[in-house]
C-alpha cells in the first residue's frame, strides 16, 4: 500500500498568512494527487486533482503543486473561511488512501 | 447540481449487517465509477470500495474485503455497500462519491454505529 504523510498535524495562522501544507507518498504516484477540505461537521469537498488542477469555483488562493512522492498544497492568504482539515488522497493505486490530515487553526 | 444522498446507516450490534444506499442526481449515473470513504469519529478519511461505471469491476480495502459488498443499479441511479460481519471498529460516518481517482461531489454521509 501506498502511505501518505502529511505535514504538520495541526498549524495555527493569521489572517492573510501564507500557509503550505506537505504531502509526502512511500512511493512515487507521478501526479495522481488530490487535496480535500473539510470543515467541521460536513463531508469533505474537492479542492485539487492531478496535483495542481484547481477545482471550478475553489478560491484562486488555493495552490498545489509537486510530482513524484513530494507535493505541496499552499494557501496564498489565509482567510477566516479556511478552517478546516486538508487531506491529500492518492489515486495512483489500489487501495487508494488518505493523509492523516492537517487541521488548519486562523489565530 | 450533482448530488449524493446516502441512507441505510444505524445501530447494529457486532456481527450484523446492513445496506446502505446512496441516490445520485444532476448528472449521468451510469457513466461513473463511484467510491465509499468512512469516517470514524474524530477521525481522518479511510477508503472502503470502489465499484466501475458498469459494475465490471470492484475494489476493496483489506480490512473490509469478505465482509463488505459493493453493488450498483444503474437504472435507479444508485450504489450500494452492503456490510456483513460488523465489527466495532467499522463505527463510522460512510461517505459515498462519485469517481474513482478524485472524488467530487461527496454524499453527507450515513452513519453506521457498531455496538452491543
Known amino acids: 500500500d501506498i502511505h501518505m504523510t502529511q505535514s504538520p498535524s495541526t498549524l495555527s495562522a493569521s489572517v492573510g498568512d501564507r500557509v503550505t501544507i506537505t504531502c509526502r507518498a512511500s512511493?512515487?504516484?507521478?501526479?495522481?494527487l488530490a487535496w480535500y477540505q473539510q470543515k467541521p461537521g460536513k463531508a469533505p469537498n474537492l479542492l485539487i486533482y492531478k496535483t495542481s488542477n484547481l477545482k471550478s469555483g475553489v478560491p484562486s488562493r488555493f495552490s498545489g503543486s509537486g510530482s513524484g512522492t513530494e507535493f505541496t498544497l499552499t494557501i496564498s492568504s489565509l482567510q477566516p473561511d479556511d478552517l478546516a482539515t486538508y487531506y491529500c488522497?492518492?489515486?495512483?493505486?489500489?487501495?487508494?488512501?488518505f493523509g492523516q490530515g492537517t487541521k488548519v487553526e486562523v489565530k | 447540481e450533482e448530488q449524493l444522498v446516502e441512507s441505510g446507516g444505524g445501530l447494529v450490534q457486532p456481527g450484523g449487517s446492513l445496506r446502505l444506499s446512496c441516490a445520485a442526481s444532476?448528472?449521468?449515473?451510469?457513466?461513473?465509477?463511484m467510491t465509499w470513504v468512512r469516517q470514524a469519529p474524530g477521525r481522518g478519511l479511510q477508503w472502503v470500495s470502489t465499484i466501475t461505471d458498469t459494475g465490471g469491476s470492484t475494489y476493496y480495502a483489506d480490512s473490509v474485503k469478505g465482509r463488505f459488498t459493493v453493488s450498483r443499479d444503474n437504472s435507479e441511479n444508485t450504489v450500494y455497500l452492503q456490510v456483513n460481519s460488523l465489527r466495532d471498529e467499522d463505527t463510522a460516518l460512510y461517505y459515498c462519491?462519485?469517481?474513482?481517482?478524485?472524488?467530487?461531489?461527496w454524499g453527507q454521509g450515513t452513519l453506521v454505529t457498531v455496538s452491543s
Open positions: 488522497q492518492q489515486y495512483s493505486a489500489y487501495p487508494r488512501t
Open positions: 444532476g448528472f449521468t449515473f451510469r457513466r461513473f465509477a
Open positions: 462519491a462519485k469517481g474513482s481517482g478524485w472524488h467530487d461531489p
Open positions: 512511493q512515487s504516484i507521478s501526479d495522481w
